[in-house]
């Protein structure tokens, strides 16, 4: 099994920047991808961003492409988002994923965006 734990979150203002961190333990040689979900109020939980653990390759959603950037450091096994020019609509619990090819949630940070 692997286990998650985020952290980083906060109340920014928009515009603003956050950067959260998620580290691994257990079987991470297990990981195949690493990535990023939210969930907003009344919202069901949405892709984010994703990296391929061995190789790096970065995959985004379209409402995030040139604003959030995902990376990893292996040694470390931790997991990063950061998160410029944030907006309002940016707010959510943020979940950490690891894929092996079973899915491992992290229980989520809040990320609260004002206008």
């Known amino acids: 099994q692997v286990q998650l734990v985020e952290s980083g979150g906060g109340l920014v203002q928009a515009g603003g920047s956050l950067r959260l961190s998620c580290a691994a333990s257990g079987r991470t040689f297990t990981i195949v991808t690493m990535g990023w979900f939210r969930q907003a109020p009344g919202k069901e939980r949405e892709f984010v961003a994703r990296i391929n653990w061995s190789g790096g390759s970065t995959q985004y959603a379209d409402s995030v492409k040139g604003r959030f950037t995902i990376s990893r450091d292996n040694a470390k096994n931790t997991l990063y988002l950061q998160m410029n020019s944030l907006k309002p609509e940016d707010t959510a619990v943020y979940y950490c994923?690891?894929?092996?090819?079973?899915?491992?949630w992290g229980r989520g940070t809040q990320v609260t965006v004002s206008s």
């Open positions: 994923n690891a894929r092996t090819p079973t899915d491992y």
